[in-house]
């Protein structure tokens, strides 16, 4: 009895060492490639885009690209014309969809010196476009390093 017990510890116990030494993909790092195909996607509907000036974050500091981004999120971006109204849609959403946490050991602080959302100025859409494109290239790079 105490022989099986100990060796289904030991099995158990192996497979959790084995599958936390396992490194898959960076999930943070695909989703974020994936996010600068889909603002490249909404550069090309730029014109379709509601005129109206949108708050963008830009010279973000190095701790606070995540809470940058979460200001990109909360932006409206409104189609003009109800052609493309659909393809927007579906597009914003991606962009909206949560980012995966960083993984152990690359875990970014959160700091109260981040500025609020309302604090940054408002661009025209294709200048929000670009400043959300070069944050996300931001985060790649630092993922990389």
């Known amino acids: 009895m105490q022989g099986t017990l100990i060796c289904l510890l030991v099995i158990f116990l192996g497979t959790v060492a084995h599958k936390s030494s396992h490194q898959g993909p960076d999930r943070l790092l695909i989703r974020l490639r994936q996010l600068i195909d889909v603002v490249d996607e909404l ?7 509601d005129p109206g000036l949108l708050l963008a974050p830009e010279d973000v500091k190095t701790h606070c690209e995540r809470s940058a981004f979460s200001c990109f999120q909360e932006v409206q971006l409104k189609s003009a014309n109800a052609g493309n109204n659909r393809t ?3 597009l914003t959403k991606k962009l909206k969809r949560r980012l995966p946490p960083a993984s152990a050991g690359r875990t970014q602080k959160q700091s109260l010196t981040c500025p609020s959302c309302d604090s940054y100025e408002k661009t025209p859409p294709k200048e929000f476009l670009e400043r959300l494109k070069s944050l996300i290239q931001k985060m790649v790079q630092q993922r990389l390093s």
Request: hydrophobic letters at 40%; charged letters at 20%; glycine letters at 0%.
């Open 43 to 49: 550069k090309n509907y730029v014109n379709d885009l």
């Open 88 to 90: 927007i849609c579906a």
